[in-house]
């Protein structure tokens, strides 16, 4: 079996590419040494329809031109040229859009997606809490419910497109009650960005990702109606489980993106650089480091290709169990994460002293790279998860 593109695919990415060489690449440095959050080239990638590749035409998406290969494919050319705008296009589609398109019921699709399909707004997904990272079901945030109204009060850490001049809303999990089984019981909701209460907190000054808009928030006393519950009741941590999933392989896209884009600077410094009269491309210390990005960056993608293609054959009801997808997720995330640090370790040696420059996207790169093994389930996780589908009883 493989898990070659069709040509459509192959036709997006060039579309894609030119898009990034063209709207991101040229403004990367600086947005990077500025903090700066575009939103105008957020609007044009809505614009450009990478927002609704999941989404039905009736919210303005591609409906059954689109696929989650796609996705991906988008977030890999993204990331070549800047990992910020890959993960913001990653958290506005797998963490923004998705939990509504999957878990809302009709009336929310119709308030938020039109707008969040279009590109002309954002919105977070709120898991993360100072005492509750991947041990998600230590959530701390409560909703009560009083006078047809669902009262929030909690704190939330880490959430991408959260704070910006486009977040239309974020959904957040919190505790509702409690299970037979002495287990909190988890709820998800809707809570509009406006809301009263609702803060978005000063920007992280983050090691990396810095053009990408993530805060930490709080919600205090937040009164949002009862209609704004987000799937069953219950459910919510289930739900947002779900949602990483799919999280999972797109992040492994973008650290795809790294990877090629590790391996397009060391080929061409390596013909360009000389040394003792030659170029350092020829010693064979810097061209068995370039050849095992080639490695890394094949194997990468088509564990990537393999998990986008489970997904999509599972949103069309056909081939492959929930627990093939999972593991095809977990797998992509871990080795193409990992992949991609390794990657920018090896560019940043390769560029030698340069590498250590600002002025060289490599270092850039190195500083990015990190935190794809943390989000969205760190490394640790992910070999928890392959464990346990592999049959251990791994705790």
């Not at 019921?105 to 969040?116: A, Y």
């Not at 001049?165 to 009650?177: F, I, K, N």
């Not at 560029?351 to 969205?376: N, S, T």
């Given at each position: ?8 695919h192959?036709?997006f ?5 030119e ?8 403004h990367?440095?600086?947005?990077d040494?500025?903090?700066h ?9 809505g614009?450009?329809g990478?927002?609704?590749l ?13 696929d ?19 993960i913001?296009?990653e958290a506005a589609?797998?963490l923004?859009?998705?939990p ?7 009336e929310q ?10 590109g002309q707004a ?9 005492g509750?990272?991947?041990?998600a ?6 909703a009560?419910?009083?006078d047809?109204e669902?009262v929030?009060?909690?704190?939330k ?8 001049e ?11 009650g409690?299970?037979d089984?002495?287990k909190?019981?988890i709820?998800?909701f ?35 109606p009862e ?7 219950g459910?919510?941590y289930?739900?947002?489980l ?15 993106g ?5 391996l397009d ?7 360009e650089?000389?040394t ?6 020829r ?26 293609a489970?997904k999509?054959?599972m ?20 080795y ?15 560029f ?6 600002e ?10 790279a990190?935190?794809l093994e943390i989000g ?5 996780v ?14």
């Amino acid at each position: 079996m493989t898990f070659e593109l069709s040509r459509e695919h192959e036709e997006f990415r060039r579309v894609v590419r030119e898009f990034a060489e063209g709207a991101i690449a040229p403004h990367a440095a600086q947005w990077d040494r500025d903090h700066h959050f575009p939103t105008d080239v957020v609007q044009q990638m809505g614009k450009l329809g990478l927002m609704g590749l999941t989404a039905p035409e009736e919210y303005g998406g591609a409906g059954e031109d689109g696929d989650f290969t796609s996705v991906c494919v988008a977030i890999e050319e993204l990331g070549r040229v800047d990992q910020s705008m890959g993960i913001t296009l990653e958290a506005a589609v797998g963490l923004g859009i998705n939990p509504i398109l999957t878990f809302g019921n009709d009336e929310q699709k119709e308030r938020w997606l039109p707008d969040l399909v279009a590109g002309q707004a954002l919105a977070g997904f709120g898991l993360t809490e100072p005492g509750a990272g991947s041990d998600a079901g230590a959530t701390r945030t409560r909703a009560e419910m009083g006078d047809g109204e669902w009262v929030l009060n909690g704190a939330k850490q880490f959430i991408t497109n959260s704070g910006s001049e486009l977040t239309s809303c974020v959904t957040v999990t919190a505790r509702t009650g409690q299970n037979d089984d002495g287990k909190a019981e988890i709820s998800a909701f809707i809570v509009p960005a406006d809301a009263p209460g609702f803060t978005a907190e000063p920007a992280y000054d983050k090691l990396g990702w810095h053009a990408s808009d993530t805060h930490p928030i709080t919600l205090e006393d937040v009164r949002i109606p009862e209609g704004n519950l987000l799937g069953e009741r219950g459910r919510g941590y289930a739900q947002f489980l779900a949602t990483l999933d799919d999280g999972r392989i797109a992040i492994a896209a973008l650290a795809v993106g790294c990877i090629q884009a590790c391996l397009d600077a060391c080929l061409q410094y390596a013909g360009e650089r000389q040394t003792f009269g030659v170029p350092i491309g020829r010693k064979q210390g810097v061209a068995f480091q370039i050849a095992d990005l080639e490695v890394m960056l094949q194997a990468s993608r088509l564990l990537v290709y393999k998990a986008a293609a489970t997904k999509d054959a599972m949103r069309h009801g056909s081939g492959p169990k929930l627990s093939e997808l999972k593991q095809a997720a977990s797998v992509a995330k871990l080795y193409a994460t990992e992949s991609a640090v390794t990657a920018t370790r090896i560019a940043t040696q390769v560029f030698g002293g340069y590498g250590f420059m600002e002025e060289y996207p490599v270092a850039r790169l190195y500083r990015d790279a990190k935190v794809l093994e943390i989000g969205e389930g760190t490394s640790e996780v992910q070999r928890m998860l392959i464990a346990r589908g592999l049959g251990l009883p791994v705790e």
